[in-house]
């Protein structure tokens, strides 16, 4: 291992207790959860959610119990594979730098992060319902176990996982769940050959940052580096060329309320359509429905005497487990923070038509929204082809990250973004990540978000099981449900009416 990443490599400071510094990324997740402690809010937190339900009749001898236990014992076995888990990040006063840092079973043992990390919540709500009412985010990663009233002689019930983003992105929670299932179905079905090892050496098992992944070095002068410089120039260009589109959302509230998610799932048969109709205009859904996005962001534009020009900025999530190596690229890492967002923004010029104007015709809408199309799937074959974006991811999240407030006390929340726009998250075809059967459990509705304390719109596209989900992610200070759902249901319809 060279000197960069020597910071990065995981060293016992003390007996039981292991610390490594963070990279770019997870310096990012866990600035913004500082500079936003003071709303009692953790910006970005981290939810992964799946339902499952399981027959726990006389004859599979399955008792919700014996479930409950399946699924503890299988969430000990992943603190073993997966330490990373129990890890947290913390401000060093005197390095004045944020470690990541482990510990390992005290006095108590397994028992009290049992306790504390999964817990059973017993009001027959569903997981979304639950997480829309303000759900608690933990120092460590914590699993909520929301369970449903039975049916049919089956136990149903809601999995969450909350945790801080600076441990653990939405890809890696997607495949520490199909972890978590597959262990769990090995304990319910064969209980005395299921083992847990001894924990004496899980920290063998904690993950690095990104940056010593995916060897990833430094740059020496980040402000000299060309296509950086060309990069940040033309983002900065695109700002003062146009008149940016942006959300229309409640003016009043200054501190962040209660990060929410509406969501939108089409039939099987809609879904096939849609792929099929996608690859005759030789695009994704992705594609698609940023496509789609851009287009209702615009029509939400207030309309003037004239005709004018608008442009729709954004960006796109990437997942950089590929560019990672063994064995980093692979789910034995799953409780990682291993992705970046595009460094080129994407602009799109689209035009507000004059007060009065008539509605465009059916195959004007349909020439706009192929041409829009086209435009976003250029971007995204760009960014996919870009060889030299991974190397330039670091400078992409420090140049985003604002100073680390390094006083004790809670500093002042930053005010809201008055020109907030709406992002896209694809999570694929989830079932190649998070499989819907492991042993007698089976698994639906599997979604992650990152809490939105922001004034914009996340929305989140994924498959699960033939049927794919359009979900928006909103903060309930600027934006109340019908509007976000109102969105979801317009880019959808949007989407359905162009295919």
């Known amino acids: ?160 996982l909350r945790s801080h983003h600076d441990i653990i992105d939405g890809i890696g929670s997607l495949h520490l769940l199909n972890n978590l299932f597959k262990y769990a179905s090995e304990a319910l079905d064969r209980p005395k050959m299921f083992r847990i090892p001894d924990f004496r050496d899980e920290w063998k098992n904690l993950s690095p940052p990104l940056k010593t992944a995916a060897s990833i070095p430094d740059l020496d002068i980040p402000e000299q580096d060309a296509t950086l410089k060309g990069i940040l120039d033309r983002n900065a260009s695109l700002l003062e060329e146009a008149e940016i589109a942006q959300i229309p959302h409640q003016s009043g509230p200054t501190v962040p309320g209660c990060h929410k998610r509406v969501s939108l799932t089409l039939s099987k048969e809609q879904t096939q359509r849609l792929l099929a109709a996608s690859k005759k205009l030789d695009a994704s859904i992705t594609h698609v429905y940023h496509a789609a996005i851009a287009i209702i962001v615009r029509d939400l534009q207030t309309r003037q005497p004239k005709e004018r020009r608008v442009r729709y900025i954004s960006y796109s999530p990437i997942n950089e487990r590929g560019q990672c190596r063994q064995p980093y690229n692979t789910p034995e890492h799953a409780a990682s923070v291993y992705h970046s967002v595009s460094g080129q923004s994407l602009a799109i010029d689209l035009m507000v038509p004059a007060l009065g104007d008539s509605d465009p015709t059916i195959e004007e809408k349909k020439s706009e929204f192929a041409e829009t199309v086209k435009h976003v799937k250029d971007y995204y074959i760009t960014m996919r082809d870009d060889k030299e974006h991974i190397r330039l991811v670091p400078s992409y999240w420090s140049l985003s990250t604002p100073p680390y407030p390094p006083g004790t006390e809670d500093p002042p929340v930053p005010p809201p973004n008055h020109a907030p726009s709406a992002s896209i998250a694809s999570l694929g075809v989830i079932e190649t990540i998070l499989s819907p059967t492991h042993g007698r459990f089976e698994l639906d509705d599997p979604w992650v978000t990152g809490d939105e304390l922001g004034t914009g719109l996340g929305l989140y596209l994924g498959t699960f099981r033939g049927r794919m989900s359009l979900s928006a992610a909103y903060n309930d200070a600027w934006h109340d449900e019908s509007e976000a759902k109102e969105f979801v249901t317009k880019c959808n319809s949007l989407v359905l009416e162009m295919l």
């Open 1 to 160: 291992m060279e000197p960069p990443y020597e910071p990065f490599t995981w060293r016992q400071t003390k007996p039981g207790r292991w610390e490594r510094d963070v990279d770019e990324v997870e310096q990012f997740y866990t600035t913004l959860a500082k500079r936003f402690q003071g709303s009692g809010r953790v910006f970005f937190a981290l939810t992964a959610h799946v339902s499952f339900s399981i027959a726990t009749d006389s004859i599979s001898k399955t008792s919700e119990g014996r479930v409950l236990n399946a699924l503890r014992i299988a969430w000990l076995r992943l603190r073993y594979d997966h330490p990373t888990i129990a890890s947290w990040v913390e401000y060093n006063h005197d390095a004045k730098k944020c470690h990541k840092v482990y510990e390992t079973f005290c006095d108590e043992g397994e028992s009290t992060w049992l306790k504390n990390t999964f817990q059973v919540i017993s009001n027959c709500q569903f997981g979304q319902e639950w997480c829309n009412s303000n759900a608690p985010v933990p120092k460590l990663p914590t699993l909520f176990l929301v369970k449903r009233a039975p049916a049919d002689d089956h136990f149903q019930a809601d999995l969450v």
